[in-house]
Antibody, heavy 121, light 107 residues
Framework: QVQLQESGPGLVKPSETLSLTCTVSGGSISSSSYYWGWIRQPPGKGLEWIGG???????YYNPSLKSRVTILVDTSKNQFSLKLSSVTAADTAVYYC?????????????WGQGTLVTVSS | SYELTQPPSVSVSPGQTASITCSGDKLGNKYACWYQQRPGQSPVLVIYQDTKRPSGIPERFSGSNSGNTATLTISGTQAMDEADYYC??????????FGGGTKLTVL
């Protein structure tokens, strides 16, 4: 059973960089069939896709966030990470990591439990 | 950019059939999937590739996708199905896109 677990600071100051890590267990992050992605959900609102990366390097970002987002994959640790720069209060959200299945509409069977990140001074 | 539109809310009586729609330009040419999200929990995939159910998802959940509309149908709706439902598709320009979500109320 694949499991994903987010980790990182729960509080980030405005204008700083949000950094989160997702640790994958029960499966290899080096599988060719999947992209590893991040989705967020502001309190009381809907889901917003941030981006996804294949272990081979292919990366897709939400065009509205592309200028501030970096997603990396670390195969040695079976982890992937999210960096979101120049954050504001609008970036306050629950951040989920997920495994996207390539080539089939990018559906996600496996999700992390989510971690709340608050942007505040 | 590509957009998916869902009704904000749908109500259904227990035991009846609930239908939640998701509209997007030529959505029928793309794969659609659906997630269920209960309060305070992570989304759960209930339909993928338009019509397929993941392991463990009850048979009362079904999906269709044609033209500009994908539909999630819940037959014999139960109180435990009360949740938010999100459609999702992949677009070549916008990549992963979620609908705004539909709150299903079972009353």
């Amino acid at each position: 059973q694949v499991q994903l677990q987010e980790s990182g600071p729960g509080l980030v100051k405005p204008s700083e960089t949000l950094s989160l890590t997702c640790t994958v267990s029960g499966g290899s992050i080096s599988s060719s069939s999947y992209y590893w992605g991040w989705i967020r959900q502001p309190p009381g609102k809907g889901l917003e896709w941030i981006g996804g990366r294949h272990f081979g390097g292919s990366t897709y970002y939400n065009p509205s966030l592309k200028s501030r987002v970096t997603i990396l994959v670390d195969t040695s640790k079976n982890q992937f990470s999210l960096k979101l720069s120049s954050v504001t209060a609008a970036d306050t959200a629950v951040y989920y990591c997920a495994r996207h299945t390539d080539g089939s509409g990018w559906y996600s069977v496996y999700w992390g439990q989510g971690t709340l990140v608050t942007v505040s001074s | 950019s590509y957009e998916l539109t869902q009704p904000p809310s749908v109500s259904v009586s227990p035991g009846q059939t609930a239908s939640i729609t998701c509209s997007g330009d030529k959505l029928g040419n793309k794969y659609a999937c659906w997630y269920q999200q209960r309060p305070g929990q992570s989304p759960v995939l209930v339909i993928y590739q338009d019509t397929k159910r993941p392991s463990g998802i009850p048979e009362r959940f079904s999906g269709s996708n044609s033209g500009n509309t994908a539909t999630l149908t819940i037959s014999g709706t139960q109180a435990m199905d009360e949740a938010d439902y999100y459609c999702q598709a992949w677009d070549s320009n916008t990549y992963v896109v979620f609908g705004g979500g539909t709150k299903l109320t079972v009353l």
